[in-house]
């Protein structure tokens, strides 16, 4: 019982979007809850037609000093559910390597004292109160949001009671494999094993986060009211334009269409949904959460300067947004003296 227990509450704490995916984009807004939308709520998604078959993804970036060089995936979560993902340069440049670095991230994990906290979970993704939906929205966002759950809750009369940010994030999760796209780690998954097949020295930069008090978290957070609703009222406004971008993303990273990939903003919806988990109690908390994404960067930026002094090649993952961001990791780097090439 306590193998599938523990699982299920790490699940529990992981729902929160924010938890183990990024940190909050500096200086971006926070859409306003009467924004107006980019597509009316309930219209079909436009079509793309997505790529499909054995697809390379994008070349390599280069990061070298003098001799010493860095080759760099550049990984993208959403794929085409059609595509089997193989790139023979990676697996080339990962064969004559003598380390790989892990990506930056983090994640939350429990203990085994925390089968204390599994009798007060249920609950957990209910808003308190007895509070509904309809009582958090305006009439203008609750009308719009009733399409929606027509199409994707149809049989599902228990979402209206949850929180906005849970809402949100199983709205946007449905809408994502309507469009034919899956969310998952399976590139870095693949470099991975390629790297314990050529037996190459792994250097992990991820933070881990462990929760200290499980059953007092899970008692704090299920009576503590959250600034969630700008989350869901964000996610109804992306619905006609992000997912359909997101499309023309996965289809420009299978093929390797460099020029398509860096004209694409990876910055959209996602602060609001961070904002919403930042004043959540698990941070309050636990305030260290909030610095765990920064520290993991750190680790990395660390972890590459020391390989890209000491190793011939080095090969690493790095998120897209890491790739291209103006302020993301190859970014620093370069700004460091070190020369980023960009794939042939």
């Known amino acids: 019982m306590f193998k599938r227990a523990l699982p299920a509450l790490t699940l529990c704490f992981l729902t929160l979007p924010a938890l183990a995916q990024t940190a909050p984009v500096a200086d971006a807004p926070t859409p306003a809850a009467d924004t107006a939308p980019a597509a009316e709520a309930g219209e079909p998604l436009p079509q793309t037609v997505l790529v499909s078959g054995q697809r390379p993804g994008p070349g390599l970036w280069k990061v070298s000093k003098g001799e010493h060089v860095m080759w760099v995936f550049g990984a993208y979560d959403s794929l085409p559910k059609s595509i ?30 925390a089968v204390t906290a599994l009798p007060f979970m249920v609950g957990f993704k209910k808003n308190p109160d007895g509070v509904t939906l309809k009582d958090l929205l305006t009439p203008e966002m609750y009308a719009r949001w009733e399409p929606l759950k027509q199409k994707y809750f149809a049989k599902d009369d228990d979402i209206e009671r949850e929180r906005p940010v849970f809402v949100a994030q199983e709205l946007y999760r ?8 899956a969310r998952g780690p399976e590139p870095r998954e693949v470099l991975g094993k390629l790297a314990e097949k050529h037996n190459i020295k792994f250097t992990p930069t ?47 990273w299978a093929v390797g269409e460099l020029d398509a990939i860096e004209k694409l903003n990876f910055d959209e919806r996602e602060t609001a949904c961070t904002n919403a988990f930042l004043s959540s109690a698990i941070t309050r908390l636990q305030p260290e959460i909030l610095t765990a994404k920064q520290r993991s960067m750190d680790n990395w930026m660390a972890a590459a300067e020391k390989a890209l002094e000491n190793n011939t090649s080095t090969f690493t993952v790095l998120s897209m947004r890491e790739v291209l961001s103006p302020q993301g990791a190859l970014a620093k780097l370069k700004a460091k003296g070190y020369t980023v090439e960009k794939p042939n």
């Open 206 to 252: 991820r933070v881990q986060v462990q929760v200290k008090e499980p059953v007092k978290t899970v008692r704090e957070f299920k009576k503590a009211v959250m600034e969630d609703v700008p989350c869901l009222v964000a996610t109804m406004n992306s619905l006609g334009t992000e997912v359909e971008a997101i499309r023309v993303r996965a289809n420009a």
């Open 174 to 181: 449905r809408a994502m494999a309507e469009a034919g796209l």
């Open 84 to 113: 089997e993902w193989r790139s023979r340069d990676a697996e080339r440049k990962i064969a004559q390597s003598q380390e790989y670095l892990g990506g930056p991230g983090m994640g939350v994990g429990v203990g085994w004292s």
